[in-house]
C-alpha cells in the first residue's frame, strides 16, 4: 500500500476499535522508539525470553530480533503478559549462519552493534553513546555470545558489578540496560521518535492485533476501494 492508501485502511480499522483502546495506541506509540534495538541470539529458557519482551514493550522498544541457531525461541504467556502483541518480532532462523545476516542485515541499516558482556570493557553502561542508531545484543546465560556475534560486534558494553557474582541475569541485565539508555534518550536532543510512515504502519499492526479475523477487514476496506 502506498501511504495516503495506509492512512485510509488505518481510518477503516479504527472504526472496529474502541474509543479507549484508541485513546491507548495514541499515547503509546509517542514513546516508541527504533532507535534502540534488542538482538536475542539464541536464547532457550522462556521465562527469560518472555520477560525480555515484556521489558522492551513497557520501555518503548518496538523492534526485536530473534536469532535461532540451535534454539528455538518459545515464549511463556504467563511472563510476557500478552506484550509480544504489541512487538515487532523479527526471527532469523533460514540462513547458514543466522547470526552474520541478522547483524548484517541491522548494520546495513545504519545501527551500531554493540555486544552486551561483562568480559568486555569498551564502555560502562552510562557511558554508552547513543547518537547513532543502536542494536544491543545479549546471549544465552550460559555460554554467552557466540565469538561470531563478538567478532562482528563494533564495540561492547557492560554494568558495572559490585559483588562477588559476574553477572545478572539475561532478562534483569535487559531491564537494566534498557531503562537507562532509553532515559537518557528522552532526556537528549536526538531523533529517536518514530516517523509519520513508521507510526502508521505500528498502529496498522496493533489495530489489526485487535480486532478479530483482520484478513476480513483488510478484504472489505479493499473491495470498499474498488467500488465492489
Known sequence: MDEQLKKSYLEFLLQFVTPHKQDRFDDVIQSRTRHLTIVLEDIYQSHNASAVLRSCDCFGIQDVHIIENKNLYTINPDVELGSSKWLTLMKYHGAEDNTASCLGALRDRGYRIVATSPHQNDYVLNELPLEQK???????????LS??????ADCSVRIPMAGFTESLNISVSAAICLYELTQRLRRSAIEWQLSKSEKIDILIQWAERVVKQPSFFEKEFMSSRMGL
Open 134 to 144: 543502536t542494536a544491543l545484543l545479549f546471549g544465552t546465560e550460559l555460554r554467552g
Open 147 to 152: 565469538p561470531k556475534a563478538l567478532e562482528m
